[in-house]
């Protein structure tokens, strides 16, 4: 493959449709690559345009304006990194020629809910757990009913867990409903999911370069209101529950195609393993993938997309913390970062974002040491930043 430089007529462009922390980080690989970088969200000075040759702030959503910049740009490249983005915009931009990654009809598939399960249990066979779609309240008591309690609710479209809720008994469901419809996104539509009895959820990051697939260590993780907060590689799991996990990643991502980072996320119980989601794009519980590896996801992801190999090395168990602030922001936060965070097994990352709301993730916490030590001393590390 032929590199060029930036800002040169025989460039390398590419464009990332959000640039929020984890854009960043694929802005940083692509600049190491020598690629143009072009960093598009909706509002300014987000993480990703600051480490960008140029920013666009724009409606994510318009499809107009988001195609006016496309054409203006000329990207070779074009990188979703958000799923509150206009598909219309994406198709429209592919039936023009240009490579949207992994390609449109994936994006459209994993950020729809109801597609991405359909696709997934029904054309694919793929192991899940029973599911129901509603799109009125009376639906969703009559839908929670029927899987039982505890169900899980999610908007059919929304991002970062955003709108999810774990309804535990018949009264409340008009909270989970509330909790949905407040969600970023297109909350017209419900998934009422049955409680799957799993013994832990994982991530398994899987790359594609249109030849080979390879995947990371299953990553296992915690969450809390449906979003991450603490995440650790490896996740200790049977062999047979590795393979399952394996063809399960292999399957859902042969089935949309295209060159990239997915993160696939899956519940296993004993050796028995379930789909539940996919995200084509690098995923924020991968971030421990920055102290573990040699190519973190988001380096196999622009290894991916240009058609790289996708070989690396797995350093050794780590763990990551995701620091959220408690109250909100109009102004960029200061961030008050104990030094003992930066030592010889363990640092800490900050998005640099120019205001916040309370729950906003502002930066993250990483361990290089055996797992039980390293998620323990994460749980430590996050308490010693604060914000002001």
Known sequence: MQFSAPLKSNSKKVMLLGSGELGKEVAIEAQRLGLEVIAVDRYEN?????????????????????????????????????????IDALFAAEDKGYNVIPNANAVSKTMNRKNI?????????????????VTTLEGLQEASARMGYPCVVKPVMSSSGHGQSVCKSAEAVGESWEIAKEARGDASELIV????????????????????????????????????????????????????????????????????????????????????????????????????????EFALHLRAVLGLPLGFTFYGDGASAAYKTEMAHSNAPVIDVDPSLFSENSFVRVFGKPDAHKGRRLAVALVFDAVDAALEQSRELIEKIKDN
């Open 46 to 86: 987000a993480p990703a345009h600051h480490v960008a040759h140029r920013s666009h702030v724009v409606n994510m959503q318009d499809k107009d304006a988001l195609l006016e910049i496309i054409y203006r740009e000329k990207p070779d490249y074009i990188l979703p990194e958000i799923e509150a983005i206009s």
């Open 117 to 133: 399960r359909t696709f997934a249990a029904e054309v694919l066979g793929l192991k899940t757990g029973a599911y129901e779609f």
């Open 193 to 296: 999911e049955a409680f799957v009895d799993f013994d832990y959820e994982i991530t398994l990051l899987t790359a594609r370069n249109g030849e080979e697939t390879v995947f990371c260590e299953p990553i296992g993780h915690e969450q809390r209101d449906g979003d991450y907060v603490f995440s650790w590689q490896p996740m200790q799991m049977s062999e047979l529950a590795k393979e399952r996990a394996q063809d399960i990643a292999k399957k859902i991502t042969d089935g949309l195609g295209g060159r990239g980072i997915f993160g696939v996320e899956l519940f296993v119980k004993g050796d028995e393993v379930y789909f539940s989601e996919v995200s084509p794009r690098p995923h924020d519980t991968g971030m421990v993938t920055l102290i573990t590896q040699s190519q973190s």
